[in-house]
């Protein structure tokens, strides 16, 4: 049962079950997983020898292997769902962690981390000089925040160029030789008239 289960895992990724499956299962998979991170015969044959499946070996080596080549471990993820009509056991899903999109465009949306930490130091008299919870705050910036900065920043030097004056200024126009001569041609005409 735990082979299949495994399998089924493997292959769509996320399975509904029960809590007390959903536990044993994890105790399962996770030692088959970690085996294929290094793709060799060896432990192509020992992770197939469990799951007696061609098609699940290939998927976990293929495709599951490489994204969770960094992580260290807890590769699969209990989330309770309820209780089952029929019996009322306890079910659950279970998922492997790296392939659920929803839960990992939430962690890279929230935008800012804090986290609280208190310092005390002593003077050389004895007393506390200062006591004080300082709140940190970081921020993590998404593709997305500096998609949006940087047309922030094209929009503004666009604004600055508007509101820049032009090289020639109305003031600068009359004092222009061109508008000069152009008076100079009219003043001789008058005179000529």
Same mark, same amino acid.
């Given at each position: 049962?735990? =082979?299949?289960?495994?399998? =089924?895992?493997?292959?769509?990724?996320?399975?509904? %079950?029960? +809590?007390?499956?959903?536990?044993?299962? $994890?105790?399962?998979?996770?030692?088959?997983?970690?085996?294929?991170?290094? #793709? =060799?015969?060896?432990?192509? *044959?020992?992770?197939?020898?469990?799951? &007696?499946?061609?098609?699940?070996?290939? /998927?976990?080596? $293929?495709?599951?292997?490489? !994204?969770?080549?960094? *992580?260290?471990?807890?590769?699969?993820?209990?989330?309770?769902?309820?209780?089952? &009509?029929?019996?009322?056991? /306890?079910?659950?899903?279970?998922?492997?962690?790296?392939?659920?999109?929803?839960?990992?465009?939430?962690? &890279?949306?929230?935008?800012?981390?804090? *986290?609280?930490?208190?310092?005390?130091? %002593?003077?050389?008299?004895?007393?506390?000089?200062?006591?004080?919870?300082?709140? +940190?705050?970081?921020?993590?910036?998404?593709?997305?925040?500096?998609?949006?900065?940087? +047309? !922030? /920043?094209?929009?503004?030097?666009?604004?600055?160029?508007? &509101?820049?004056?032009?090289?020639?200024?109305?003031?600068?126009?009359? #004092?222009?030789?061109?508008? #000069?001569?152009?008076?100079?041609?009219?003043? /001789?005409?008058?005179?000529? #008239?």
């Amino acid at each position: 049962m735990l =082979s299949n289960m495994a399998c =089924s895992l493997i292959e769509h990724k996320r399975i509904n %079950t029960t +809590v007390a499956k959903a536990k044993a299962l $994890r105790v399962f998979i996770e030692p088959i997983i970690t085996k294929s991170k290094e #793709d =060799s015969t060896h432990n192509r *044959r020992i992770v197939f020898s469990t799951l &007696q499946s061609k098609e699940a070996v290939t /998927e976990l080596f $293929r495709e599951v292997a490489p !994204k969770i080549m960094s *992580r260290p471990g807890g590769y699969t993820r209990i989330i309770k769902t309820g209780f089952r &009509q029929g019996d009322g056991a /306890e079910t659950a899903m279970i998922e492997l962690v790296d392939f659920n999109e929803l839960f990992g465009k939430e962690t &890279q949306s929230k935008s800012k981390r804090r *986290r609280r930490g208190g310092s005390k130091s %002593t003077s050389a008299e004895g007393t506390t000089a200062t006591s004080a919870t300082e709140e +940190v705050v970081e921020e993590v910036v998404s593709p997305a925040d500096t998609e949006i900065e940087n +047309v !922030k /920043e094209e929009t503004n030097a666009k604004a600055e160029e508007a &509101q820049t004056p032009t090289e020639e200024s109305p003031k600068a126009e009359a #004092d222009s030789p061109a508008n #000069d001569d152009v008076e100079a041609s009219d003043s /001789e005409e008058e005179k000529k #008239d």
